[in-house]
């Protein structure tokens, strides 16, 4: 089982940047798949990004490719979205998630809290 804690949230203006993390407990964070969500206030969660084991792959949903980055560092069980370009339809609150299924993950067994994004116009 794994835990997991996001950071970095707050308000930022359009077009600024924020980078959100996403620490997980355990010595076995490298054999797990990890994703960020997002779902924003009368709206259904969705996916915003994922990366594999080693990190070696990655993919993203189209509203955010060119403007979010996933990356992970598993010396220090984090996972890393780079937001650049930030617009006012990104503000939510942005979840990370871990699985051990196969890639793509489609079902994470494991959630964060969340951490909000708030970008102002």
């Known amino acids: 089982q794994v835990q997991l804690v996001e950071s970095g949230g707050g308000l930022v203006q359009a077009g600024g940047s924020l980078r959100l993390s996403c620490a997980a407990s355990?010595?076995?964070?490298?054999?797990?798949?990890i994703g960020w969500f997002r779902q924003a206030p009368g709206k259904e969660r969705e996916f915003v990004a994922a990366?594999?084991?080693?990190?070696?792959?990655?993919t993203y949903a189209d509203p955010v490719k060119g403007r979010f980055t996933i990356s992970r560092d598993n010396a220090k069980n984090t996972v890393y979205l780079q937001m650049n370009s930030l617009k006012p339809a990104d503000t939510a609150v942005y979840y990370c998630?871990?699985?051990?299924?196969?890639?793509?993950?489609?079902?994470?067994?494991?959630w964060g809290q969340g951490t909000q994004l708030t970008v102002s116009s």
């Open positions: 990366i594999s084991r080693s990190g070696i792959s990655t």
């Open positions: 998630a871990a699985d051990q299924k196969s890639w793509p993950v489609v079902d994470y067994d494991y």
């Open positions: 355990g010595r076995t964070f490298r054999y797990y798949i």
